[in-house]
């Protein structure tokens, strides 16, 4: 269906670390219920509906019917594969039930999901079903929010959380199992686990381990742990009616919204449920409707319009739980696809997008693009309209669009996305063959050599390929490798300080405020914080003057910025101070002097330094590829545009802009890159010229060295 949308948008919203977009909670499951509930008036009548309604909806759920013959199986197996429909209780119940198995006696029980938001609201769900606290025997810990403590049971967490406890432990002694929930979703980390798991299985013998998924690509999980038994959770659906477009829709916005308001003035009742792709299209979605549906006339009923994706605050997420006598519509990222269940659905519309990371060896780097789903992911969409009855799905597309065009499966995460975190964390787990390590589907040599390319450059590799005594400092961090190389940079120089300020404020989204009707003003507001030559000083500079208004909300709603982002950023900057701590490294400060700041910054961006070509116009200095600054960079509209500088990311909107851009000096590319920058005083200057000659062949030189490493590993694999 070709790809009329384009590539586009947000870099920074979505699936940042841990793929982070869904949601598992539904506190008020099931509608019947909830309306049961308003109708009582007194409260101590409605709480005892409450705790009979959980003990009820955990009896009334598919697994609960296999209990004994699951865990019969599981008595006779370390590793099971389950399977089952979305909602047929795998996520909140196989903890609870191992649990009351005895199973805990000999350690916690851990589940892991791709996604944050799930990983914290599927805690959220079992605390309540489990009857404690949310952080005592019921918790979860995800990167940079450990919400568990020395009673934890059962933990529920992100797979890149568990990834890195096997980096400080490797067979997993503290747990006695561990669920990897949503394996169907091949995250990346997920699929790192499956490798270091399978090892953990095979030394520990006390440690069982259960694989579940929400479709049938079981088969090969089974396999890859040595041909496993595959339990299926019988389902419960209910006939979805498939109608397709007649023509792909130009604007899937505004097709998803005629089709609402064809629903919700054609149909009888029943919540309806909009697949978008991210942040953005979700807005525009709901704010179209809103207008819409107030022009269609008086006698139409009003609706309540929900978004959710991961970034939205948590109160409003639990919004789509709550019950209505309106209908509901709501408008969701793939995070609705699998580990979110709304109760009410009837109606579907499916655009036929989601938003994908996709890498580009070519330009080393990972960049969320809008691309079509594939075919299972449809499915998933449609099944979602029957789960309490039948019902019926749109489809934004045309029938031979998803029979010809998409593919059967998402290729996984691990073929599509920058290694250089996991190739970090994997060889400072001491695996030194990367191919002999066991992935399930290997990713490309490309994208392998790619990673270890960039790793060498930050230093945390040798030339043997090993990793180094920096590159061992780096896998400390739960960090990106290029910051962890800047902070570890800033020590070095003496600003660790300012640059674990900088680095907290690159790891939460948006921090300036915009509100549409305040555009110039929240606009001015954001100028004024701007430090001429760099947008990762400017973010300082914001998080600094906060710090000296002492962290006053007042001052946030002030100077338009996000307080509840700021305050992320000072739990996060507080973690890394601890592992500097534990790491025994030094918390430094050059007080004003940012232009060191701004040194270990461009420490860690190598692979993203940039020479100008033209106005707001840069190539990047290894791959050549054009890039431009954007609008509302700090160094735009300059008096003038500095020679070199270096970028955090690309986003591609209508053209290739670096996001959070900082000038530097071309003579610190080449004091600590000298493998790849020399700088040319004159062009004429004939040593300077051979002696770049002589760095970009020993960077062939070391690029072709592991080629070969890589073509005889291959070999002896085989
Ligand atoms: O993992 P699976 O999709 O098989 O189901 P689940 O997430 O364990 O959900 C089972 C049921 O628990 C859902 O249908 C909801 O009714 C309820 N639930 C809930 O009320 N709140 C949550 N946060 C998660 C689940
Ligand atoms: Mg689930």
């Keep these: 269906m070709g790809n009329a949308m384009g590539v586009k948008k947000n870099d920074t919203e979505e699936g940042k670390d841990d793929g982070e977009d869904d949601e598992d909670f539904d506190h008020k499951a099931n509608n019947q219920y909830g309306k049961a509930l308003m109708t009582q008036k007194t409260e101590a009548r409605s709480e005892f509906a409450k705790t009979r309604t959980i003990a009820e909806q955990r009896k009334s759920l598919p697994v609960y019917g296999v209990k004994e013959e699951f865990m019969d199986l599981l008595r006779e197996h370390n590793v099971i594969v389950a399977v089952g429909e979305t909602g047929s209780g795998k996520t909140t119940q196989l903890t609870q039930y191992l649990h009351e198995a005895g199973y805990s006696v000999n350690g916690q029980i851990g589940c892991t999901q791709p996604r944050r938001v799930a990983a914290v609201s599927v805690a959220k769900r079992v605390s309540e079903e489990f009857g404690c606290e949310l952080g005592t025997k019921v918790g979860y810990s995800i990167r940079f929010e450990d919400c568990t403590n020395d009673t934890t049971i059962i933990k529920y967490m992100t797979d890149g959380v568990l990834l890195r406890e096997t980096l400080f432990e490797p067979d997993l002694d503290r747990y006695c199992a561990v669920i990897m929930d949503e394996a169907h979703e091949r995250s990346l980390n997920t699929d790192v686990l499956f490798g270091v798991l399978r090892q953990v299985v095979a030394r520990r013998h006390d440690f069982k381990l259960i694989i579940t998924s929400a479709t049938m690509d079981s088969d090969k999980f089974a396999t890859f742990f040595g041909n496993v038994p595959v339990f299926t959770i019988p389902g419960r659906t209910f006939p979805v009616d498939t109608l397709y477009a007649r ?3 130009q604007d899937y916005v505004d097709a998803a919204v005629q089709q609402a308001i064809a629903i919700h003035v054609g149909q009888g009742v029943g919540d309806i449920l909009i697949f978008m792709t991210g942040q953005e299209d979700i807005e525009a979605t709901c704010v179209l409707l809103a207008d819409r549906v107030s022009q269609v006339g008086e006698d139409v ?20 739980f709550e019950s209505s006598e309106k ?19 009837k109606f579907v519309i499916d655009t036929g997008y989601c938003k994908l990371k996709l890498y580009n060896p070519k330009m080393g780097m990972d960049s969320l693009q809008i691309t079509p789903i594939s075919q ?35 290729i996984p995460e691990i073929q599509r996305s920058n290694l250089a975190n996991v190739v970090l964390l994997l060889k400072s787990m001491g695996v030194k063959d990367l191919l002999s390590f066991g992935f399930m589907d290997p990713p490309p040599q490309d994208t392998i050599l790619n990673s270890l390319f960039q790793l060498w450059m930050l230093g945390a590799l040798d030339n043997l390929g090993d990793i180094t005594a920096v590159g061992n400092k780096m896998a400390q961090f739960p960090l990106d490798p290029p910051l962890s190389k800047m902070l570890l940079q800033g020590e070095e120089i003496g600003c660790s300080s300012e640059v674990m300020s900088v680095v907290s404020m690159l790891s939460v989204p948006s921090i300036f405020f915009r509100p549409k009707d305040r555009a110039e003003e929240s606009d001015a507001a954001r100028d004024k914080f701007f430090v001429p030559e ?3 000083l400017t973010l300082l500079n914001v998080y600094q003057q906060w710090t000296s208004n002492g962290y006053s909300a007042k001052w946030c709603t002030d100077h338009f910025v996000h307080q509840k982002s700021l305050k992320k950023v000072r739990e996060v900057r507080g973690q ?38 033209g106005i707001g116009e840069y190539v990047n200095l290894r791959s050549r590829i054009p890039a431009h600054l954007h609008p509302t960079s700090a160094l735009y509209g300059l008096g003038y545009t500095p020679d070199y500088i270096v970028y955090h990311e690309v986003m591609f909107t209508v053209k290739e802009y670096m996001q959070t851009v900082t000038a530097v000096d071309a003579h610190w590319l080449s004091e600590m890159g000298p493998m790849f920058f020399s700088v040319k005083e004159s062009s004429s200057d004939f040593h300077s010229k051979q002696r770049q000659e002589a760095e970009e062949r020993r960077q062939m030189e070391y690029q072709q060295q592991l080629r070969d490493d890589l073509d005889r590993a291959a070999k002896q694999e085989e």
């Design 247 to 249: 023509t792909t829709a």
């Design 301 to 320: 009923p009003p609706m309540l319009i929900l978004p959710i994706y991961s970034q939205l605050p948590s109160d409003m997420q639990a919004r789509i």
């Design 327 to 345: 209908r509901k519509v709501i408008v969701a990222t793939n995070i609705a696809e699998t580990s979110l269940t709304v109760d009410g659905i």
């Design 376 to 410: 299972a992911n449809a499915n998933q969409r449609r099944g979602r309209a029957g789960r309490t009855g039948p019902g019926a799905v749109w489809r934004l597309y045309t029938e031979s669009a998803y029979i010809a065009e998409m593919l059967t499966m998402t």
């Design 534 to 536: 760099s947008d990762h």
């Design 576 to 613: 890394l101070e601890e592992i500097f701590q534990q790491q025994k490294l030094h918390v430094n400060s050059v007080g004003n002097d940012w232009d060191l700041v701004r040194k270990a910054i461009c420490a860690g961006y190598f692979h993203n330094s940039a020479k100008l070509r």
